[in-house]
Every structure is written in structure tokens, then in C-alpha cells.
């Protein structure tokens, strides 16, 4: 690597082949490229606002003609213009730092598109695991509002209680298991679509096949408190009776008037369910923030609240951990509670203007903090893994050996079931009972195969070490 660092093409081919383990916070939604879901959109037979490119319900216009206010997005098949600018609208390519700020441009993107993921989950998850594969990924932790609005909806029809024991039981009462029961039922037909998309199965299989795909319910934290309640409640519900739900996540931009001003509560939310459902994992977006998005006193909490009152096990960005209260502190409490910082380079950059020596990455690395690098809206950035690499070597002069350290980090770290296979995680020395066997070997003993047997875990992990000891034996 040391010899192809300062040539960039060069580099990108180094890290194209580099087996990567897991990527751990990617939204599904934000996942998908723009061009798939014209094509989404064009099935459903919808409608685009030429001005605004926002997706809207038929009838359309009947004429393609360029001075047509809603014609049917099929018309941008024949019109390099206005697909072009569809593209521009629901994604970052050609975005004009001028015009509009990267943040209010990356949010906007998704009111603009929505339409075209209903009836398409099943493709979406094909798309994303084929890309996974191609970026060399043996696992994906897919964020996904798997119900489709349902919980929050019967959080609205149940109200607000301030009392979150008696608002549980309301919840339960009105059908909140019935919606995890048709959920997962729902989660039963998307994954036989992507099947089907991918050929798993056959002697065609695509390598998207390959991947092992997990699901985090994904969370609106911008909804009324009723409805927040009643997304983390079926979230722990999904995790605990449903092993694809590997844990949950709360979205939507920490900066926005209702997830600021809800935080405490939100995080009072958590605390108390955590205590009903202690199992369950938890990854919480929590300094996605940056000085002048918001006043000052709001950069001092949202991190160490999200660990200590919200039980997150990971963070995802932490890119305000400096403007925190005592961050030497708070970053040797995540060092030696062993939080992981899901690290997404790309949309630092794009949303928060924070880029280079600006960005804390290398301060987590000084302070022992484990960290992963993940794409976090691949589709809507334009990039994939291999890219945040890419950047992270070039950026920071990263190491070989750091960079195997973030891949082996983000299985470690992820919430997949099972015993690890490293007896210590950071010296990464096998358990015992797979202390005789090596990656490489054609044979495993009779103790480490039944290890692995048992662990989901510590089976993804023996597959990334077998991809990298085949990636070095080529060098």
C-alpha cells in the first residue's frame, strides 16, 4: 500500500480488492443511487415536478413536451435534461456550495424520491447487497423504517403519556405486536424479491448473495413524541423476536427543532426500555452536529447522554466529540467502554463542511477509541466504501495495519449474535479453541469448527480473515 499511496488510481484498485468486513451504518433509503429509482418510479407509473423534482401521484401530463409541468418521469428517458436534473436533485453529484448548503441539499433529497421506494424494499436490499459485494463486504447493517409508518401511526391514535410504563401497555393493547408480527412477514417478502433479483440459489447466484444482511429499525426522531415512543417500542420489539432485527437506531437530522428539543426525552425513552428489553442492541446517531448549525450549548451533551442515558453501543458520527464538556474524559470513557465510532467521512464533508484536520478521527485513534469507517447514504453521497478508504489513507496517512484494524473492528463491534472470535479484541488473538487453526488452512480442528458453528459472530469474522489472507497472499 505504502507504494501506491501517492497514486490515487493506483490506491483506489490497492482498496477495490481490500476485504472490508462489515459496513455498519448505512440507511437503506439513502443507500440506493438516483438512477434506480427513476426506474422504481417509472414501474409505478408516477409523476415528476419539473421544477422541483419531487415525485408526485398520477395523473400526469400527457405530453413529454419540455414546457410540461408533470410529465410522467418516463419522459426523462427521452430527455437527457430533465433526467439529468432528477439526478442532481436526489442526489449530491453537481451540488453548488453557492446555491445551497450541503446539508439543507443532502436532507432535501429524500422528500423528493420517497415515492419510489414504496412496493421496491426487495429491490433496494438486492441493490445494496450486490454493491457490498462488489466494495468486498462480507456484512451489511442496513437502517430501514421496515413497518412503513405503521407504529408511529398507532402512536398518534393512542396520544401522548407522559407515564412510559402505562403508554407500553396502551401501545401493546392497540396492536403494537400485531404491526411487529406483519413486519416481519412484510421483511419475509422483500428478502424473497431480493433473492429472486440476485438468483440466490441458482448456478447464477450474483456475489450479492454472499453477504450477510442484518436490519437496525430505524427510527424517526423528527415525528411527535407519541410517535417516537411507539417506533423505539416496536424497535425492541423487533429485535427481540425477530433475529434479523439486529438492534435499532434513531434517524433524521440532530440539528432539526424536534430532535433537539426532544433529546432528554428521547433519551428518558431509551433508559426505560432498555430496562424492559436489556438485550437488545442500541446505535444512536449522536454528533452529527457542528459549531454555527446550532448554538453553542447544544454541542456540549448529545454524545456522552447518547452512551450514558441512551445505552448506545455505537455512535454514529460523533463528529462534534471536541465540543463536548471534558472530551479527554468522555473519550477515555468510550475508549474503556469499548463505543464504537461508526465514521462516515464522505457525508462529514458534504452535510457538516467538517473534512480533513478538521475531523476528530485521528483524536479517536490517539485515544484507543474503536473506530469503522461506513458510507453512511452511499447513493445519495455518490461514493461506496472503497471510496471512504480511499479518503481515509489519503486524508490521514493511514496505515496497512490500521486500516485491517477498522475492517476487523466493524464485525467486532457489530451486533450480530455470537461469542467473538478474538480473546482480545485489540491484540486480535484467537480463542482458545481456534488458537491451533489459521485462516489460510483447508482444515479446521474439531474445537474451532464448533465454535464457529455456534457463533454468527465469529463466523463472519473467520470469513474476513480467510479474504484477507488470500488478498496478501497475492502481494
Not at 421496491?120 to 413497518?147: K, N, T, V, Y
Not at 423476536?241 to 432539526?256: C, H
Request: hydrophobic letters at 40%; a negative charge; charged letters at 25%.
Amino acid at each position: 500500500m505504502d507504494s501506491v499511496r501517492e497514486q490515487p488510481p493506483l490506491l483506489l484498485g490497492f482498496l477495490r480488492d481490500f476485504p472490508k468486513g462489515g459496513d455498519l451504518h448505512v440507511h437503506l433509503v439513502g443507500a440506493i443511487y438516483a438512477e434506480s429509482f427513476i426506474d422504481y418510479a417509472a414501474e409505478e407509473n408516477l409523476c415528476v415536478d419539473r421544477t422541483t423534482s419531487i415525485l408526485i401521484a398520477p395523473p400526469c401530463d400527457v405530453s413529454c413536451d419540455a414546457f410540461t409541468n408533470k410529465p410522467a418521469i418516463r419522459c426523462a428517458y427521452g430527455d437527457h435534461v430533465l433526467y439529468n436534473s432528477i439526478v442532481d436533485a436526489w442526489s449530491m453529484r453537481n451540488w453548488k456550495e453557492a446555491e445551497e448548503s450541503g446539508h439543507d441539499h443532502f436532507f432535501g433529497t429524500f422528500d423528493k424520491f420517497t415515492r419510489a421506494t414504496n412496493n421496491h424494499a426487495g429491490d433496494m436490499i438486492a441493490e445494496a447487497a450486490s454493491r457490498a459485494a462488489e466494495d468486498r463486504l462480507q456484512f451489511l447493517e442496513l437502517m430501514h423504517s421496515a413497518d412503513g409508518g405503521q407504529a408511529a401511526a398507532l402512536g398518534a391514535r393512542v396520544g401522548w403519556d407522559e407515564r412510559l410504563p402505562e403508554l407500553r401497555d396502551k401501545l401493546l393493547a392497540a396492536g403494537l405486536k400485531d404491526i411487529a408480527t406483519g413486519t416481519s412477514r412484510q421483511l419475509d417478502r422483500d428478502e424473497g424479491r431480493m433473492r429472486f433479483r440476485l438468483r440466490c440459489g441458482s448456478r447464477e447466484a450474483e456475489p450479492g448473495c454472499g453477504v450477510k444482511v442484518r436490519y437496525l429499525y430505524q427510527v424517526l426522531r423528527g415525528l411527535p413524541a407519541e410517535s417516537v415512543f411507539a417506533q423505539i417500542l416496536l424497535g425492541f420489539e423487533l429485535a427481540s423476536s425477530d433475529p434479523r432485527f439486529v438492534g435499532l437506531n434513531l434517524v433524521m437530522p440532530e440539528d432539526w427543532y424536534v430532535p433537539m428539543h426532544d433529546f432528554e426525552l428521547h433519551m428518558k425513552m431509551l433508559d426505560y426500555l432498555h430496562e424492559v428489553y436489556p438485550g437488545v442492541h442500541i446505535s444512536l446517531h449522536a454528533g452529527e452536529l457542528a459549531m454555527g448549525l446550532t448554538p453553542p450549548e447544544n454541542l456540549r451533551f448529545h454524545i456522552r447522554d447518547s452512551i450514558e442515558r441512551g445505552h448506545a453501543e455505537r455512535i454514529g458520527h460523533g463528529v462534534s466529540v471536541m465540543e463536548e464538556r471534558d472530551p479527554p474524559g468522555l473519550l477515555r470513557e468510550m475508549a474503556a467502554r469499548n463505543i464504537l465510532v461508526e465514521t462516515c467521512l464522505t457525508s462529514s464533508d458534504e452535510i457538516l463542511g467538517v473534512r480533513g484536520k478538521d475531523h476528530p478521527l485521528p483524536v479517536y485513534l490517539r485515544y484507543g477509541v474503536p473506530v469503522a469507517l461506513a458510507t453512511d447514504d452511499e447513493g445519495v453521497s455518490r461514493s461506496d466504501l472503497t471510496h471512504e478508504y480511499a479518503r481515509a489513507v489519503k486524508t490521514y496517512d493511514l496505515s496497512y495495519a490500521e486500516l485491517k484494524g477498522m475492517a476487523r473492528m466493524s464485525l467486532e463491534h457489530s451486533f450480530l449474535p455470537g461469542a467473538s472470535l478474538w480473546e482480545n479484541a485489540a491484540k486480535m488473538g484467537q480463542v482458545s479453541a481456534c488458537s491451533r487453526d489459521r485462516p489460510d488452512g483447508t482444515k479446521l480442528t474439531p474445537a474451532c469448527k464448533n465454535f464457529l458453528d455456534g457463533s454468527e459472530r465469529a463466523q463472519a469474522q473467520w470469513t474476513l480473515e480467510k479474504e484477507l489472507a488470500g488478498f496478501e497472499k497475492k502481494f
